[in-house]
């Protein structure tokens, strides 16, 4: 069965560093998606990106962070500078068409020390 | 603003049914979602609604909505043990054509006991 995978599934970086969280969508799927969960918290919706653009980012998807689709399979989000509070299970989902099910990875654990 | 809120806990013996609650403010709703997390995996979609359904039934689950209330549940029949998790309902709502995101509960958990 296709699925989303993520990679890595923990990253350790120390404050300030750049990050990169890498996701492969699934082959047939158009809407690309990164998600957020601090630990105990909602999960929490960050940025969608559908024809090589962002099409939709909430709040917390500020100068800090930006995606890629560098290739024709990959799906990246890039923190730049990373803050403790950035610490958080990051979720990458895929969905073959606007409002309809997304599928979601198995997340990257970010630790920021 | 949007708010989908749920029970935070749930337990129930082994071979009963559980029903997990949900409700949700923006009755702009398109699809809603139940999703299961197991300790330390990632988000699993367990099944879907439209919003202009009333019920769906999928095996063991029967996802009921009404959309008058708001409110969404998930029954899951004959737990198993195998069933603790913590189970997310979720939101999709059309902005008028942009894309919509999920807009997620804190998540119930369920135990089961045998």
């Known amino acids: 069965e296709p699925e989303v995978t993520q990679t890595p599934s923990h990253q350790v970086t120390q404050m300030g560093q750049e990050v990169i969280l890498r996701c492969v969508p699934i082959?047939?799927?158009?809407?690309f998606y990164w998600y957020r969960q601090i630990l105990g918290q909602k999960v929490e919706f960050l940025v969608s990106f559908y024809n090589n653009e962002i099409s939709e980012k909430s709040e917390i998807f500020d100068d800090q962070f930006s995606v890629e689709r560098p290739d024709g399979s990959n799906f990246t989000l890039k923190i730049r500078s990373t803050k403790l509070e950035d610490s958080a299970m990051y979720f990458c989902?895929?969905?073959?068409?606007?409002?309809?099910?997304?599928?979601f990875g198995q997340g990257t654990r970010l630790t920021v020390v | 603003g949007e708010d989908v809120e749920q029970s935070l806990f749930l337990s129930v013996r082994e071979g009963d049914s559980s029903v997990i609650n949900c409700t949700y403010t923006d009755s702009s709703s398109t699809y809603l979602y139940w999703y299961k997390q197991e300790p330390g995996a990632g988000l699993q979609l367990l099944t879907y609604?439209?919003?202009?359904?009333d019920m769906k039934q999928d095996q063991r689950l029967t996802v009921l909505l009404n959309k008058k209330d708001k409110h969404l549940s998930l029954r899951i029949a004959d737990t198993q043990t195998g069933d603790s998790a913590i189970y997310f309902c979720a939101e999709s709502i059309d902005y008028g054509g942009s894309q919509g995101n999920l807009i997620f509960g804190k998540g119930t958990k369920l135990s089961v006991k045998p």
């Open positions: 082959s047939n799927h158009l809407y």
């Open positions: 989902a895929s969905s073959e068409a606007q409002l309809t099910e997304a599928f």
């Open positions: 609604i439209f919003s202009n359904m």
